[in-house]
């Protein structure tokens, strides 16, 4: 399903773009990444499966360089793959990167986690995740991304969530927190696989204090083309449009 507008809404004080793509360890064509980095202008980068294992903060420093950003936290064994970027201007207030329990026989996961503050809106929290393929598992590790939310403050959890919104753990967070492509679709809802995307694995979440504008995978941005996005990676980006509240806004409830 494509329902892009013309345009964004434009850049204004308190507004966000935030921008979610599992990289696939910068495995496939790096420039082509970069350039739909690039073009979704974002203001933050919410990476998955950054690269953990051959020089990983060399790759992320060289992922941020190519898309104008700065690492913000995550990456390598840090987080075992999320990572987060800003651009610069971006200002971290603390960071909380958690790894997670491990089950025998599969791969370790994480969370990046960073309390920042952008001009023009009242500090939030963000994570990036990449939940595991084991229906237990990831039940689990649904249930841990509430600790990384900031108490009664704003929030916003991106990644890919190895699961569909009909699952129990999708369901689950939907009940605290805004499905951004739910809320205010746009662009496209598929982010797998690039060459025919069929199913929606990757979302972004916010707090109910954050007001999303839009949210989707970026098909017709200026500057995004078929091309890149067949080749960067094998998942589609998504990118959401947030209002974050106001600097000294009272906290809400949740």
Known sequence: MTTAPAELPPPAPGRLRLLSYNVRSLRDDRRALARVVRACEPDLVCVQESPRYWRPEGQAAWLARATGTVVLSGGGRIAAGP????????????????????????HARGFATALVEVAGAAPFTVTSCHLSLDADERLRQFGLLAGQLRHAGPGVIAGDFNEHPDGPGWRSLAERLQDGYTVAPWGGEMTSVPENPYQRLDAVFATPDIEVLACGVPHGLPGVTGADLLAATDHLPVLAVLRLPAPGAGPTDR
């Open 83 to 106: 990572l987060l970027l800003g651009r610069p201007g971006v200002r971290v207030r603390a960071v909380h990167d958690r790894l997670l329990p491990k089950t025998r026989g599969l």
